[in-house]
């Protein structure tokens, strides 16, 4: 191909330029193989290196393409690279687009494109591996607008990429939340420059459920049915997981028997998505019996599905029957995880059995489960709401001691309860002496502070608040200023209620029926009856009633 090199060289060269980061690359797509076939292969690498005369690079590269496709050993290939080099072996176009992709995992892009700028100036023609390994390298590392002035910059040469180029470039546009970009790539390559697969559909899709646009989802699937592009596993699971979280969830089960239609089995994550979405509407049952279809099939239920039943019986107040899932799972083969003992404790606490809760934490520190933020924020939010603050204050203690430092949802907890205690100053203390240490409280932890200030008889306080936070551009929710027009309803400033009622609308914040019925209420108490009554035909017309 007679392209000008010397512009791409220039290209590589203007991109290697830029101040990429230097992170390693987190993600493989490799499953794990044992260290002792690490070995072999390296000591067989050192071998061919010492043999007379020395064999093909071809033989090298099939062992450092190995390399490459086992989990984080991106770096052993570079250093034995830099070995064929040292011994005089002259690497050829295979082994350097081994490198750029073993570079773009390590997030050293600086580096992959002076590999390229090599390529160009030992005479090699890049070819669509070498480019595709690039855009790929680029996307990997969210640099997915450079990915694409790079392809149209090659394109426009006369390179081409292939589908694992394209499904890259699809996949980096719906990593950066750009799906219709993505759906538009997709429109734009069909049929000119490669054949659409299943892969590019499904990450549409998936992106698109995600973003819970379900039926743009579905129409692309009807799609790829009449292309006579077969959906998978993969498909499903996307479809089903959208239409659960817009809460469809008899047209996601649907797909379960549209699956077995076209002969394409529900594996694990197909159940685990259902399950979890019918515990969280409270069908526990239903869970249950679908869990039991699981089995029957043969598809062997995980900790996540056993998790996700747990919640769903922890929503419907049975904590007894998700402690029984817990005591039963590791007799099946299933090991509870730190969620698990989460999911418990948070539902010991709702149900203010706190000392139970206390119980199943010590445990699972004698089982070597090391507790999270969730878990530390579950224990002292229940002990807070009953009062036991300065026990409260002993398991941040211990969250700090054990590198979990307490974040906005601890404190939140404590300032409840200080403020439910009576102990508003300490609670205005608490509130200055996170800010100090960086902690930024949000509209929740104000909320609670504003309803402490009304209640604990400092009006005034709690409005300097409130104004000062709408001055500086929170965005204040029902809750906040319905608390604000509670406080002003029990000091009788029923003026002030009614013009903040005024402003939350004003705002874009529309009241709900607590907010009106607190007015009314307060208004009838001092036999302001007409104004009650005008409110609540107001509430009315609204449909509040």
Not at 372 to 387: A, M, R
Request: glycine letters at 6%.
């Amino acid at each position: 191909m007679s392209f000008t090199r010397s512009r791409l060289i220039s290209y590589s060269n203007s991109l290697f330029s830029f101040h990429f980061l230097s992170k390693p690359f987190s993600h493989s797509l490799h499953q794990f193989t044992p260290n002792h076939i690490i070995h072999d292969a390296i000591s067989s690498f050192h071998s061919l290196l010492h043999m007379h005369p020395t064999p093909s690079i071809i033989q090298f590269n099939k062992i450092l393409g190995f390399l490459a496709k086992t989990k984080n050993h991106y770096t052993t290939v570079i250093s034995l690279s830099d070995q064929l080099e040292f011994n005089g072996i002259t690497p050829d176009i295979a082994t350097l687009t081994i490198l750029i992709n073993c570079y773009s995992h390590l997030g050293q892009l600086n580096f992959a494109f002076s590999t390229l700028a090599k390529i160009l100036k030992l005479g090699y023609e890049p070819n669509t591996i070498t480019l595709t390994t690039l855009v790929n390298g680029l996307c990997l590392n969210g640099k997915v607008r450079e990915a694409l002035h790079f392809h149209d910059y090659v394109v426009a040469r006369g390179f081409h990429f292939d589908q694992f180029g394209y499904a890259s470039l699809i996949n980096g546009l719906c990593k950066i939340g750009e799906t219709r970009a993505a759906m538009q790539m997709l429109r734009k390559i069909e049929g000119k420059l490669v054949r659409l697969n299943e892969v590019m559909y499904n990450t549409v899709i998936d992106s698109f459920c995600k973003d819970k646009c379900v039926d743009d989802a579905y129409e692309l699937y009807s799609e790829m049915i009449a292309k006579r592009i077969s959906p998978d596993v993969v498909t499903f699971n996307s479809l089903i997981y959208g239409f659960c979280i817009v809460g469809q969830l008899k047209k996601a089960s649907s797909f379960l028997n549209e699956m077995v239609l076209k002969n394409i089995y529900p594996d694990v994550c197909t159940f685990t998505i259902l399950v979890d979405a019918l515990c969280k509407e409270g069908n526990v049952k239903e869970a249950k019996n679908l869990l039991v279809v699981m089995m029957k099939e043969g598809v062997i239920p995980n900790v996540v599905v056993y998790n996700s039943l747990m919640v769903g019986y922890c929503l419907v107040n049975e904590v007894n029957k998700a402690e029984h899932v817990l005591r039963t799972i590791s007799r099946m083969g299933v090991a509870p995880d730190v969620r698990s003992y989460s999911i418990m404790i948070n539902g010991l606490c709702k149900m203010k059995m706190v000392n139970e809760a206390l119980s199943l934490f010590n445990e699972m520190c004698c089982k070597g489960i090391a507790p999270n933020t969730v878990t530390y924020n579950s224990l002292i939010d229940g002990l807070c709401k009953l009062g036991r603050i300065s026990h409260a204050w002993k398991v941040v203690d211990e969250m700090h001691d054990n590198g979990q430092p307490a974040d906005i949802f601890t404190y939140s907890s404590l300032i409840d309860a200080l403020c439910k205690n009576h102990l508003v100053d300490k609670a205005i203390a608490l509130v200055k002496n996170i800010k100090d240490h960086g902690i930024i409280p949000d509209i929740y932890t104000y909320s609670i502070l504003i309803d402490g200030l009304c209640k604990g008889g400092q009006l005034k306080n709690a409005h300097n608040i409130f104004k000062d936070l709408l001055t500086k551009g929170y965005c204040l929710n029902i809750q906040t200023y319905t608390i604000m027009i509670n406080g002003f309803c029990k000091e009788g400033l029923f003026d002030e209620s009614e013009a903040l009622l005024s402003k939350m609308e004003d705002n874009g914040i529309i009241p709900n029926a607590i907010t009106y019925e607190i007015i009314i209420r307060a208004l009838f108490h001092k036999d302001e009856n007409e104004k009650a009554e005008k409110l609540l035909c107001e509430m009315i017309a609204r449909g509040l009633l």
